[in-house]
């Protein structure tokens, strides 16, 4: 396919069949079908190569043919080698040797048919098939001007010795034999392949996302089999296999906890910040980390049936649907082209019919084509999405393709996940309480020393806050209680509050955050306070967001108290907390009914989510899958960037479509003149260039964006 009509072309052939539904997506090249068990696979292959392609059925990892965008780079390369001679020694006479039109011709001979091959495969292929595309006009304009210039060499006076180009802006039957188009040839292919390399570089990355989901889990797996380890790649595992886990390790698949204790770190399927405790009897989740203890696991699903993988089939699910945000240039090119093609046929026959010369008749119709070759209309949106795009990436915004800045128009919510985007994903001590008569200090240093025995994120983050930790002696680990030991002289007990608040706490701890409760000799003293703490950019973010006239939503896996407490420190009014991976992107879904949504995260949790929203916004910061699966990626992890974002992606918009309007008004304005003999086709091709030039350098102060 090379453009979005030829993919609307497959889709519309493909749901003509009987019961069957068809998104096919251009950026990705896969068409996503549900189909009757009545109707075969081949039946689809069929019909897409009827309409002129090729189809196979893909396995889910498979990426797009890098070979194509490599031998797209190496045409480009030559085009522009092989061009640049071209066009200087035709519009400049002085350079102009003895036999100069004959290099020329044998360079643009070189761009034309081997560089320009892509656009003559497709027009070729889509005019067996009755249709015309942009591909249509570049290939039938470039081989008019090579057709005109090769006429004129050969049977015309262009190819003396000693020639040089005379520049009227009127052309003649005298002279239109000594014409040669040669440097619009060239230069046309040369325009468009570098818009079309452009956009095939996106593509080879759009298979990243479920690449990088499928790399969140474990590569391999401390299997037991007959009581002895064995080490594996995690392929082997099969259902009621058991296998070994470690501190620090993934858990390998979904499963049952059959032996050990532990605290699971789930932030990247849930969002929970605060590590989970498990037990004999409890499940995990395949993909999620050992923080604390050892654990023996009985496999209960593998696979495509894990939670990773449901995740992976939801990303790919949302991104199938992404088919129908078109080009804007390609919207418009199915009536455009019929258009100039029927006025230079309608522009000869009238020439002819009047009795004109045939040179002067097809040097009108040849001006027509040149003048409306849509060269300024193909560079109007990759190169405003080069330099906004080069811009973002300069400012640390990674914008990944038009069909974003469409959406970023439309946004009318903003939903931000909690954990590692507005917050700092990384427990830190919030507050130390402490009972009447005890001092605050001597409550941390006391705790600190016990905790600097565990490695769990809670105990790191009270060891972080104390300069220097006293001896402990005596440590015990208690899993799913806390930790004791000796401190200086007293018997220290720490662990998470259970049940009732001990009365000499009460009103003394906030709603909604993590607390740690501190007992020396048998007497409650205190208690820590430990909470991810909100990154303090994001109360600044929330202002910039509703000042763009957008509506911030709080979505987290996290439980609603520690949701709101954050809402609050940040200025968010809604807030949906509690949410699981799979109902994040639900929640986007129903969100979407009320208006345009833009999802920001972090998170593999995210990535469903973040592929289901009209815009998806992921933090350079987070994972790669949640990176890979949005639209928008932000380096620095700042939430600040997140309006950036929006204004460099609509401020792109804007310019596209001021280069979409002038590269149509240039072509409103010069097809009339070239069709009355008005216009020279070698003025005409300096026009196009003209044209290009314009687009370009108004695509350039997006340079100047702040």
């Known amino acids: 396919m090379t453009c979005a009509s030829c993919a609307a072309r497959i889709e519309r052939r493909l749901g003509k069949l009987d019961g069957v539904d068809a998104t096919v997506n251009y950026a990705t090249e896969q068409a996503h079908v549900r189909f009757p068990e009545s109707v075969p696979t081949q039946d689809l292959i069929d019909v897409v190569e009827k309409v002129g392609y090729t189809a196979t059925v893909a396995a889910p990892e498979k990426r797009a043919a890098e070979e194509t965008g490599d031998l797209l780079g190496a045409r480009l390369v030559v085009a522009i080698v092989a061009s640049v001679p071209v066009v200087l020694v035709s519009m400049v006479p002085p350079l102009q040797f003895h036999y100069w039109q004959w290099v020329a011709f ?18 070729l292929v889509t005019a067996r098939h009755g249709i015309s595309t942009m591909d249509t006009l570049v290939s039938l304009g470039t081989l008019a001007a090579y057709g005109w210039s090769l006429w004129a060499l050969v049977f015309g006076t262009a190819g003396f010795i000693g020639m040089t180009h005379e520049f009227t802006f009127r052309p003649g039957a005298h002279d239109a034999s000594g014409q040669i188009y040669l440097e619009v040839a060239a230069g046309v292919t040369t ?8 956009e095939s570089r996106a593509k080879r990355r759009s298979g990243a996302a479920l690449r990088a989901l499928l790399a969140v889990g474990a590569k391999d797996v401390s299997m037991l089999r007959d009581g002895i380890e064995q080490r594996l790649p995690v392929s082997a595992l099969r259902v009621d296999d058991e296998f070994v886990v470690r501190p620090g390790e993934k858990i390998a698949t979904d499963g049952r906890v059959v032996r050990g204790r532990s605290a699971i770190d789930t932030s990247m399927l849930t969002g929970e910040s605060v590590p989970v405790e498990v037990a004999e009897g409890d499940t995990v989740a395949g993909g999620t980390l050992n923080t604390d203890g050892l654990l023996t696991v009985r496999a209960e699903r593998v696979g495509a049936d894990t939670r990773l993988a449901h995740i992976a089939k939801l990303v790919t699910e949302a991104q199938s649907g992404k088919a129908h945000a078109q080009r804007l240039a390609d919207r418009v090119s199915a009536v455009f082209v019929p258009v100039v093609l029927a006025i230079a046929a309608v522009t000869l026959a009238v020439w002819l019919l009047l009795g004109r010369e045939v040179t002067e008749a097809f040097t009108a119709a040849v001006a027509v084509l040149i003048v409306a070759c849509p060269c300024a209309l193909g560079l109007a949106t990759p190169t405003a999405l080069l330099v906004g795009t080069g811009r973002g990436a300069q400012l640390g915004i990674l914008i990944k393709g038009p069909e974003v800045l469409e959406q970023t128009r439309r946004i009318e919510t903003v939903v931000l996940d909690k954990t590692g985007t507005v917050t700092t994903g990384r427990m830190e001590l919030e507050r130390v309480v402490a009972v009447l008569g005890v001092d605050r200090d001597h409550v941390l240093a006391l705790a600190a020393a016990v905790e600097s025995g565990s490695e769990h994120p809670v105990a790191q983050a009270i ?6 930790v006293l001896p402990v002696s005596g440590f015990v680990n208690r899993p799913g209680i ?7 002289g007293h018997s220290v007990q720490v662990g998470r509050a259970t049940g009732a608040m001990p009365p000499e706490l009460h009103g003394l701890l906030p709603d909604g955050l993590t607390s740690v409760i501190v007992s020396w000799d048998g007497e409650v003293r205190g208690a820590l306070v430990v909470a991810d703490a909100v990154k303090p950019t994001s109360a600044q973010a929330v202002r910039e967001i509703r000042a763009l006239g957008m509506t911030p939503v709080l979505l987290t896996g996290d439980a609603e108290a520690v949701a709101l407490a954050v809402a609050r420190e940040v200025g968010i009014d809604r807030v949906i907390a509690d949410v699981l991976p799979a109902q994040k992107a639900e929640t986007i879904a129903r969100l979407r009914k009320e208006g345009a949504v833009a999802m ?16 998806g916004i992921a933090m350079g910061t987070g994972a790669d ?14 939430l600040r960037s997140v309006p950036d974002a929006i204004r460099l992606s609509r401020r792109t918009l804007g310019t596209i479509k001021g280069n979409l309007f002038w590269a149509f008004a240039y072509n409103v304005a010069a097809i009339p003149l070239a069709a009355t003999g008005l216009l020279n086709p070698m003025i005409a091709g300096a026009a196009m260039a003209l044209s290009s030039l314009f687009v370009v350098g108004n695509s350039l102060r997006l340079r100047r964006f702040r």
């Open 106 to 123: 044998a360079l643009t001979t070189i761009v034309v048919f081997w560089c320009g091959y892509p656009f003559h495969r497709a027009a």
């Open 463 to 468: 060891v972080r806050a104390v300069p220097g």
């Open 625 to 638: 899958a949640a990176i890979e699966a949005s639209d928008l990626t932000l380096v620095r992890g700042d």
């Open 482 to 488: 806390g930790v004791e030991g000796v401190v200086d």
């Open 191 to 198: 325009f468009l392949l570098a818009g079309r390399y452009a």
């Open 600 to 615: 920001v995260g972090d998170g593999v949790n995210d990535a469903a989510a973040l592929a289901t929203a009209d815009v």
